[in-house]
């Protein structure tokens, strides 16, 4: 026992990564949701709500992802299969899409919103609960999807405020098609991997042989949008890399076509979360907020169909929201009758009522942290 | 520009600094005079650029700063890199400088009866606890590590545990110990390191830096 005492004894401790959200954070995460919702709704996405916890192998949708270390896992008592509470909607909602909506036509158009939850916690992300808001479009191949994926999860940061959001491109084929020319060793071209996505110019050129001054460029190449075409014409790259890069350039301009002012960036080598995505695929960022506020990208769904998505994480985009605007509440005086009450919030007041009488009234108002106070029939400030 | 628009570059205390500077200033940058002065106790300091803001703090902390968003741009050791393996840090400069390595070392008498592979376990006294735990393991041994954070060639001689990880440069310090490399885990250089964030949402200054850095590491060679 040290001097600190028994924290078995805390009853405010939680669990690391584990928080409670008080007012008027909750309330204003509740309606950030609910605006991004709306946003996808206005987008033509609908919404689907798969459960919380779910077999194991069907939450894990057969793929070899990252996932399986974040998963809390449980016993089913009744089937006596493992079941593992989800960490990521992004396979429930593929999953969905492949088995009962699978006849459903296409392009499929899904969104979802919800809190997940993770074994542990990450430097960036030492939340362990968190909630996702995203949306799915299943079967669609062409860069008309990628273009609208993009530009939906700008609309949507957009609809809650976040009006500097910065959108970084990239697309796993490029580094793959140049891996694939060069037929390393399995391990070194994960370790090539790695130091490519970490921009570790040093590893790259000890582990890139001949490859090392290509690979090197599209370090070097990775920034603003404009800049970083004008680079990649000057690196000699397989064909696939080439279509590759004509197709994020489509998407780049169709983005700065919607609003010039639009932040792009490009990074060819980015990879960390992309193991899965097989194209065009983006993060968001936000000037001065730690960490990414949603990703997404083009994959290849459970029945082999062309997909893409888009996930926003609550807790960086939270951090990139401007505050709440201080609620305007009325402190009804004991005694204030239930007609005018449900009048005033009517008008849109939040009403507080006094449950017993006695007291300064404008000190009860004070009290109760309200704005305004109901004096002689009309609400005057506190 | 408003101060906390400022990109703060963080710079890692110490003898690297003499190495460093150089091509700072060959990058255009000139630190005010106060950043040359032992006896200053300011922890930040304007450069003749005025979007552009140094820290001064341990090399450890540098990856830290950089790792977190709290500066933008640092400058640390691949070691230092390595040992914290932020996933926010790109270190796509190396700036060729503070060169060295990072070696496991044990005493010279226990050489002569130590056969590494059969090792399943090690107790190892370094500065590196991630980096050793993970160099270990790659090779199927478990490494026990004694976290120390400065004079570790003593742990051998007083007993805290016969083998060390540390940084060598000329092997002096060992040998003065009474100390043998018996591996070494990697070679070492300085890195210019630069939070991934930042690298995003302020790609246009801060990808000119990365290339005026590149530009002078490239000049430097090019004369030597």
Redesign the interface.
């Known amino acids: 026992m040290s001097v600190f005492g028994s924290e078995a004894d805390n009853t405010a401790l939680l669990p690391t990564g584990l928080h409670d959200v008080l007012p008027p954070a909750a309330a204003q995460e509740a309606e950030v949701i609910q605006r991004l919702v709306d946003t996808f709704g206005q987008f033509g996405y609908e919404r689907v709500k798969p459960p919380l916890v779910e077999f194991e192998t069907t939450l894990l949708g057969g793929s070899q992802s990252g996932l399986a270390d974040h998963i809390f896992r449980v016993m089913d008592p009744v089937s006596q299969r493992m079941m593992g509470l989800r960490a990521d909607m992004t396979l429930q909602v593929a999953r969905i899409a492949a088995t009962r909506l699978a006849r459903a036509p296409r392009p499929l158009r899904l969104s979802y919103a919800g809190q997940v939850l993770r074994v542990s916690g990450?430097?960036?992300r030492p939340e362990r609960q968190f909630a996702q808001a995203g949306v799915e479009l299943v079967g669609a191949a062409s860069v008309g999807g990628d273009i609208e994926m993009v530009q939906l999860a700008v609309a949507a940061l957009q609809a809650v405020g976040i009006a500097d959001a910065?959108v970084?491109l990239t697309s796993p084929a490029i580094v793959a098609s140049v891996l694939d020319e060069l037929a390393l060793p399995a391990d070194v071209a994960r370790r090539l991997r790695t130091a490519l996505d970490?921009?570790?110019?040093?590893a790259v050129?000890a582990l890139a042989g001949p490859a090392a001054p290509r690979l090197h460029a599209l370090?070097?190449a990775?920034?603003?949008a404009e800049?970083a075409f004008a680079k990649f014409d000057t690196i000699q790259l397989p064909p696939a890399a080439t279509a590759e890069i004509d197709r994020l350039r489509a998407v780049a301009t169709a983005l700065t076509a919607v609003d010039p002012r639009q932040?792009v960036?490009i990074?060819a080598v980015e990879y960390?979360g992309f193991e899965y995505q097989t194209g065009v695929s983006f993060?968001l960022?936000?000037?001065?907020?730690?960490?990414?506020l949603g990703r997404g990208g083009r994959y290849i769904a459970n029945a082999g169909e062309p997909a893409t998505g888009l996930t926003l994480f609550l807790d960086s985009l939270m951090r990139a929201v401007p505050p709440p605007r201080p609620a305007k509440r009325l402190f009804l005086p004991y005694g204030t009758p239930p007609a005018t009450a449900a009048a005033m919030r009517q008008q849109g007041w939040i009403t507080v009522a006094g449950l017993e009488p006695g007291g300064e009234v404008s000190a009860q108002a004070a009290h109760h942290i309200c704005t305004h106070l109901y004096r002689n029939g009309a609400p005057e400030p506190v | 520009m408003a101060k906390d628009d400022a990109l703060v570059l963080a710079l890692p205390k110490g003898r690297i600094l003499g190495q460093l500077m150089p091509l700072l200033r060959a990058a255009g940058i000139e630190p005010e005079p106060a950043f040359d002065d032992p006896d200053n106790r300011q922890l930040r300091f304007g450069t003749n650029l005025t979007g552009l803001e140094l820290i001064r703090v341990r090399s450890f902390d540098v990856a830290t700063f950089v790792g977190f968003g709290a500066a933008h741009l640092g400058v640390c050791g691949s070691d230092v890199v390595m040992e914290f393996d932020y996933p926010e840090l790109y270190a796509p400069v190396d700036l060729g400088i503070g060169r060295c390595r990072l070696v496991v070392a044990e005493p010279r008498a226990l050489v002569a009866v130590d056969d590494p592979s059969r090792w399943s376990h090690v107790r190892v006294a370094t500065k590196y606890p991630n980096l050793t735990r993970k160099h270990f393991a790659a090779r199927g041994v478990q490494a026990e590590c004694v976290h120390l954070n400065g004079a570790i060639e003593l742990a051998p001689t007083l007993g805290l545990c016969r083998r060390i990880v540390d940084l060598v440069e000329t092997g002096s310090t060992l040998r003065a110990n009474g100390l043998v490399e018996i591996e070494t885990i990697c070679e070492v250089s300085s890195r210019l390191v630069v939070n991934r964030a930042a690298l995003k949402t302020r790609a246009s200054e801060l990808t000119a830096w990365l290339d005026r850095v590149r530009k002078g590491v490239r000049d430097r060679s090019d004369a030597a």
Do not use: H, Y
């Open positions: 990450s430097q960036l910065s970084d970490r921009k570790d110019a040093a050129g370090i070097a990775a920034g603003p800049a932040r960036t990074d960390r993060t960022f936000a000037r001065g907020v730690r960490g990414e």
